[in-house]
């Protein structure tokens, strides 16, 4: 979906390094979501945001820190990369009241060597 | 949490009908379901939610037994472009944490 933007789209990098994967939204949504997906399995949930103020770890925070900084934004950051963190990373938007529907980005493959 | 299960993949032939069922025989009172299409490398798109009996869009129809333990997503006449992973969600309106995706069902559909 072009209204949600996720850079940069492909990265490689060594252990050890800190990365962040952006997060960019045109949908004047207030909630909005980062979620991991591993080669041939689900996405699963690592953090999520209700408003600027709302933080919430999701099922696998650890090793994952987050920023909101405006309502359009959220910055997800990988303080020190492993490589078990190799994996395709999607932002989502959501309004609050519609339930479960979520609109996710294209998505941001990392390597981690 | 509402655990689902699906199958993990189906094969189906243009033209046909697709039924895709999901187990969720611990949904909670407040949960709704809801199901996403995935291609290779994009993002999930949601398709379709319900909460029980029958929802039908565009896309898809989406039936819900009264029990609410199970669900079936009804693709009619699909395409070969219809060929994605299908995602069945149980969670409850404003508590992401309970949203899991699991492995979803693999559909091909042949020519």
């Known amino acids: 979906d072009a209204d949600v933007t996720q850079t940069p789209r492909n990265r490689i990098t060594k252990t050890g390094k800190r990365i962040m994967l952006e997060c960019s939204q045109t949908k004047g949504h207030d909630r909005m979501y980062w979620y991991r997906q591993d080669p041939g399995l689900g996405l699963r949930l690592i953090y999520y945001s209700f408003d600027v103020k709302d933080i919430n770890k999701g099922e696998i925070s650890d090793g994952y820190s987050v920023s909101r900084q405006a309502q359009a934004k959220f910055s997800l950051s990988l303080e020190s990369a492993i490589p078990n963190q190799t994996a395709l990373y999607f932002c989502?938007?959501?309004?609050?009241?519609?339930?479960?529907?979520?609109?996710f980005g294209p998505g941001t493959r990392l390597t981690v060597l | 949490l509402a655990k689902t299960t699906q199958p993990i993949s189906m094969d189906s032939y243009e033209g046909q009908e697709v039924n895709i069922t999901c187990s969720h025989n611990n949904i909670a009172t407040n949960d709704y379901i809801t199901w996403y299409q995935q291609f290779p490398s994009q993002g999930p798109r949601f398709i379709i939610q319900g909460y029980k009996t029958k929802v039908t869009n565009e896309v898809a129809s989406l039936f819900i037994p009264a029990d609410r333990k199970s669900s079936t997503l009804s693709l009619p006449r699909v395409s070969l472009s219809d060929t994605a992973v299908y995602y069945c969600l149980v969670g409850t309106p404003g508590s992401a944490r309970q949203l899991t995706f699991g492995s979803g069902t693999q559909l091909t559909v042949l020519p």
């Open positions: 989502a938007t959501g309004l609050a009241g519609s339930y479960n529907e979520q609109f």
